[in-house]
């Protein structure tokens, strides 16, 4: 581990996300539903000097690893981001994360003229495409900001 | 397999277009033929926004080919109203009518509503998406008048919101058509679009002016600059004259160009231009019945 990650704690068992892009750590909480009520330990750090991305951002997160939803959506936004499962203080596994070709009912269309924002039982449906996401229904393309899209729910 | 529903002008392969193209023109010849081709046949035809235009030709097309419609009467005193779904509202209309023609404000409902049924579906445009019928009657009259080799296409108007134009640029880079946007800066086309055409690899051009390119074109495909589309009537008007055509404007074109237009039209037209041999809208309105019949038979049939 070098010097620059262990300026966060190490954490016993849980999930560490290293190599989001500086400034992203927030969002990557907020699609993984942490706004601190819940009580599970996490730890941030951001804007950390690394060597493949300039500055990076890393989230750990005690007690918790993450469904693959929720592993193809930090995908969208931080697509160098490795994954790290630790137990006992170990690295148990580790893995890039792998952009899918579509994510479903994890973002909502910015479209307002979207089939989708009506009161219609259609789940959103995105492909991805190289630098953005698209909507399925309405074709929109969504390049800045993916975070900002994700469903409340 | 857009035999069965036809959602978007995507879905058709060059080959595709041939086959519609060609069995439209076989009806045009002799309509007659094809009037007692499906005498057993309901399409249902679901307007959630006012269309008379493209009702009346589904409706036509239908009749002609010896069918019948339903329809769900005016969207006030329909179940819309009680704030039935779309995809509640399709699934019972599957079970009434052997096809559905589907006409909707929002983005993407007809894909949506293709996902809940088996009917042949067609999409008679999806708010500022996609109208495929309307490309298909526009290929149609394209190919009867000025042929598919070496075309070049002018498309002039509102780009952004134009569905009309969305579909049609889909379509023509099947046939390797050159294509030149000419619109208002503000009324360019949609990310999503010049996206699918850079994909497809299309040879496109986009101007601010028409007076440039005009002698190159084949077909010039004018829409019309919606001023409920500017935030004040200054700004619509600056930008609304340089994009009206007439017959003298036209003097500068070459002798076999022809103008279309999806229509309704309001002034971006001339109505001198209506006398001249460049007017081909008209015609091209014409054109839905033999399309649409075409369409329908080859749905229908493959039911
Ligand atoms: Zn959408």
Known sequence: MSDHELRVSKIKSGTVIDHIPGGQALNVLAILGIDGSTGEA???????????????DIVKVESRELSQDEVDVISLIAPMASINIIRDYEVQRKHRVE????????????????????????????????DAVRCDYCETIVRDNIAAHISDD | MWTDQLVSAKQLSRADIDAVLDHAAEIDENPAAFADRHTDKLL?????????????????????????????????????????????????????ADGIVLRHPSQGSATMAAEYVDVPLVNAGDGAGQHPTQTLLD??????????????????????????????????????????FISPDSLKL????RYDLHEAGANVKEHTELDKILPSLDVLYVTRI???RFPDESEYRAVAGQYQIDAELLE???????????LPRVDEISADVDATDFANYFEQAHNGIPVRMALLDMMLDNE
């Open chain 1, 42 to 56: 996490v730890s941030v750090g951001m804007n950390v000097p690394s060597d493949r991305l300039g500055r990076k």
């Open chain 1, 99 to 130: 952009r899918p070709d579509s994510v479903e009912g994890v973002l909502e269309c910015p479209n307002p003229s979207c089939i989708t924002n009506e009161r219609e039982p259609v789940n959103t449906r995105f492909t991805v495409l190289d």
């Open chain 2, 44 to 96: 249902a035809l679901l307007f959630y926004e006012p269309s008379t235009r493209t009702r009346l030709s589904f409706e036509t097309a239908m009749k002609r080919l010896g069918g019948d419609v339903i329809d769900m009467g005016s969207i006030e005193a329909s179940s819309v109203k009680k704030g039935e779904t779309l995809a509640d509202t399709v699934r019972v209309i599957e079970g009434y």
């Open chain 2, 139 to 180: 290929l149609y009259t394209i190919r009867k008048n000025v042929g598919f080799d070496d075309l070049t296409v002018g498309i002039m108007g509102d780009l952004k919101y134009g569905r009309t134009v969305h579909s049609l640029a889909n379509a023509l880079t099947q046939v390797d058509a050159s294509q030149h």
């Open chain 2, 190 to 193: 949609p990310r999503r679009v």
């Open chain 2, 226 to 228: 919606q001023r409920e």
């Open chain 2, 252 to 262: 500068a074109a070459k002798d076999d160009l022809i103008v279309m237009h999806p």
